[in-house]
């Protein structure tokens, strides 16, 4: 059974960064590629990175290009958000998530398995 563990959320103003972690379980994790994905009450889930299991190529929401990076270490099991020059938009619960094997990182229907998500919450 795979799990992840999502850390790293936290209160922070406006403009500044935070690392988020998700740490998995499992010795198939990098073999997978990985997502995060956010939910802001009242919204739905929404793509925000995604990464392919060698970390060769990486993908991004719109929103979130030219701030956001996403990367991973498969030695450590861990993937990794890293958010600068966070926006009150940016509020949302994280979640990581991996992928049943699909080729479409983008939709939430490819991920097979989520961690719990972790809270960020950006002031003005």
């Known amino acids: 059974q795979v799990q992840l563990v999502e850390s790293g959320g936290g209160l922070v103003q406006a403009g500044a960064s935070l690392r988020l972690s998700c740490a998995a379980s499992?010795?198939?994790?990098?073999?997978?590629?990985v997502g995060w994905f956010r939910q802001a009450p009242g919204k739905e889930r929404e793509f925000v990175a995604a990464?392919?299991?060698?970390?060769?190529?990486?993908y991004y929401a719109d929103s979130v290009k030219g701030r956001f990076t996403i990367s991973r270490d498969n030695a450590k099991n861990t993937v990794y958000l890293q958010m600068n020059s966070l926006k009150p938009e940016d509020t949302a619960v994280y979640y990581c998530?991996?992928?049943?094997?699909?080729?479409?990182?983008?939709?939430?229907?490819?991920?097979?398995?989520w961690g719990q998500g972790t809270q960020v919450t950006v002031s003005s």
């Open positions: 998530a991996r992928t049943r094997g699909g080729i479409d990182l983008t939709r939430i229907n490819e991920y097979q398995y």
């Open positions: 990464i392919t299991w060698s970390g060769g190529s990486t």
């Open positions: 499992g010795r198939t994790f990098s073999r997978y590629d």
